[in-house]
C-alpha cells in the first residue's frame, strides 16, 4: 500500500519507520535539516533499547515528487494545518484517504477548507514521540495505538485497507464506532494535560501528588467533557472519572508537548487546545474559566522564542 507522510515529525516519523519495516510503499515530506539527515542516512526510531532504521521510498520537500497515494498520513502542528494541507494536493488520487493524527478536535473542518471534503477522515494518536534531532524519532514511554474512521464514524474499504497495513506493522488499530467520541476522550485528556504541565511548568506525577493541582486538573477534564456534550457528542457519563484513572496509568515525568515546547522556545498550539475550549464553549453559551485562565497565562509564549 502507498502511503505519504505529511509531515515527518513526531508520529508521521514513527508511523513512516513502522510502515517501512513491515513492507509498505512509504514515501516522506520533510525539510531543512531533518531531510537531509533521512536522505543521507534513512529515518531512525528510537524506542526504548530498540533503534530502528529505514529507508523510505522517497524523501522530499516537493510532493509533486511522490504523486498519488493510497493514504496520506497527516500529522503536524496545529496551526501549520491549512498550509500543510495545500502539500497533500498533489498526493490526492481518486480515492486517496487522508487520516490525521493532531492534536485538538477541529482539524477535520480546517482540512475542509482545503482538501475536498471526501478526501478526509478523522483519527486520533495515542503515543508520544518527537523529533529527537534531525532523522531521528524518539518514542517516550510504551504506549502506541491509532484510532481512525471515516469523518461520518464509518468503516469504508479504503478505511480497513490502511488499518490492515497497520496491523501487519504491529500497530494497535482498533475499530471504532465512533470517532468523534473517540476525539474528544483525547481532548478531555489532553487540553488539560497541556494547558496545565505548561502553565504550571509540571509533570503528570507532580499534578497527582499535588492535592491542589489534581482538583484542578479534574475540573478540566469536567469542563472539557461538558463542552463535548453540549457540541452533541455522545460521551459516556464516566468519561470525567475514566479519565482521571487513566491519568494515574501516565508515567511520572510526562508532559505534554505544548509544555515541551514552551521549554524548548518553540510556538505554542494553545490557540487550539485551551484557546479551542474557550472559543468552542462561547458558541454554545458556556463559561469555561478554568481553560480562560490557563489560555491567557500562555498566550504571551504562543509565538516561541
Same mark, same amino acid.
Request: aromatic fraction near 4%.
Given at each position: 500500500?502507498?502511503f505519504a507522510?505529511?509531515?515527518?515529525?513526531?508520529?508521521?516519523?514513527?508511523?513512516?519507520v513502522?510502515?517501512?519495516q513491515?513492507?509498505?510503499?512509504?514515501?516522506?515530506l520533510?525539510r531543512?535539516a531533518h531531510?537531509d539527515?533521512?536522505?543521507?542516512?534513512?529515518?531512525k526510531?528510537e524506542?526504548?533499547d530498540?533503534s530502528t532504521?529505514?529507508?523510505?521510498?522517497?524523501?522530499?520537500?516537493?510532493?509533486?515528487?511522490i504523486?498519488?497515494v493510497?493514504?496520506v498520513?497527516?500529522g503536524?502542528k496545529?496551526?501549520?494545518?491549512?498550509a500543510?494541507?495545500?502539500?497533500c494536493?498533489?498526493?490526492?488520487?481518486?480515492?486517496?484517504?487522508v487520516?490525521?493524527?493532531?492534536?485538538?478536535?477541529?482539524?477535520v473542518?480546517?482540512l475542509?477548507?482545503?482538501?475536498?471534503i471526501?478526501?478526509?477522515?478523522?483519527?486520533?494518536a495515542?503515543?508520544?514521540?518527537?523529533?529527537?534531532?534531525?532523522?531521528?524519532?524518539?518514542?517516550?514511554?510504551?504506549?502506541a495505538?491509532?484510532?481512525?474512521a471515516?469523518?461520518?464514524s464509518?468503516?469504508?474499504p479504503?478505511?480497513?485497507?490502511?488499518?490492515?497495513?497497520f496491523?501487519?506493522?504491529?500497530l494497535?488499530?482498533?475499530?471504532?464506532e465512533?470517532?468523534d467520541?473517540?476525539l474528544?476522550?483525547?481532548?478531555?485528556?489532553f487540553?488539560?494535560?497541556s494547558?496545565i504541565?505548561a502553565?504550571?511548568r509540571?509533570t503528570?506525577? $507532580?499534578? %497527582?501528588n499535588d492535592?491542589?493541582l489534581?482538583? /484542578?486538573?479534574?475540573d478540566?477534564? =469536567?469542563? *472539557? +467533557?461538558?463542552l463535548?456534550?453540549a457540541?452533541?457528542?455522545?460521551l459516556?457519563g464516566?468519561? $470525567?472519572? %475514566?479519565i482521571?484513572?487513566?491519568?494515574?496509568? /501516565?508515567p511520572?515525568?510526562m508532559? =505534554?508537548? *505544548? +509544555?515541551?515546547?514552551?521549554?524548548?522556545?518553540?510556538p505554542?498550539?494553545?490557540d487550539w487546545i485551551?484557546g479551542?475550549?474557550?472559543r468552542?464553549s462561547?458558541?454554545?453559551?458556556?463559561d469555561?474559566?478554568?481553560?480562560?485562565?490557563l489560555n491567557?497565562?500562555l498566550?504571551?509564549?504562543?509565538?516561541?522564542?
Amino acid at each position: 500500500m502507498k502511503f505519504a507522510t505529511v509531515a515527518t515529525g513526531g508520529i508521521g516519523g514513527y508511523l513512516a519507520v513502522r510502515l517501512t519495516q513491515a513492507g509498505e510503499d512509504v514515501a516522506v515530506l520533510a525539510r531543512g535539516a531533518h531531510l537531509d539527515a533521512i536522505e543521507s542516512t534513512g529515518l531512525k526510531l528510537e524506542a526504548g533499547d530498540e533503534s530502528t532504521r529505514v529507508h523510505p521510498r522517497i524523501a522530499t520537500d516537493d510532493p509533486a515528487e511522490i504523486g498519488p497515494v493510497d493514504a496520506v498520513i497527516f500529522g503536524v502542528k496545529a496551526k501549520d494545518v491549512e498550509a500543510a494541507a495545500e502539500s497533500c494536493l498533489p498526493l490526492l488520487g481518486p480515492n486517496t484517504v487522508v487520516i490525521p493524527f493532531l492534536n485538538g478536535v477541529e482539524t477535520v473542518q480546517r482540512l475542509a477548507t482545503v482538501l475536498p471534503i471526501e478526501h478526509i477522515a478523522n483519527g486520533t494518536a495515542a503515543i508520544s514521540t518527537t523529533v529527537a534531532e534531525p532523522g531521528s524519532i524518539r518514542q517516550v514511554g510504551t504506549f502506541a495505538s491509532f484510532t481512525f474512521a471515516e469523518s461520518d464514524s464509518s468503516q469504508s474499504p479504503r478505511i480497513e485497507a490502511v488499518r490492515a497495513a497497520f496491523e501487519r506493522a504491529g500497530l494497535d488499530a482498533p475499530v471504532v464506532e465512533n470517532i468523534d467520541v473517540a476525539l474528544w476522550q483525547k481532548f478531555c485528556l489532553f487540553a488539560p494535560m497541556s494547558g496545565i504541565t505548561a502553565a504550571a511548568r509540571c509533570t503528570i506525577g $507532580e499534578i %497527582r501528588n499535588d492535592p491542589q493541582l489534581s482538583r /484542578l486538573f479534574q475540573d478540566a477534564i =469536567a469542563e *472539557t +467533557a461538558t463542552l463535548g456534550r453540549a457540541l452533541g457528542v455522545a460521551l459516556p457519563g464516566d468519561t $470525567e472519572s %475514566r479519565i482521571w484513572q487513566a491519568v494515574g496509568d /501516565l508515567p511520572d515525568g510526562m508532559r =505534554a508537548s *505544548t +509544555a515541551i515546547d514552551l521549554e524548548a522556545g518553540r510556538p505554542l498550539e494553545v490557540d487550539w487546545i485551551s484557546g479551542a475550549v474557550v472559543r468552542l464553549s462561547e458558541t454554545v453559551g458556556l463559561d469555561s474559566p478554568i481553560n480562560r485562565t490557563l489560555n491567557a497565562v500562555l498566550q504571551p509564549c504562543k509565538a516561541g522564542g
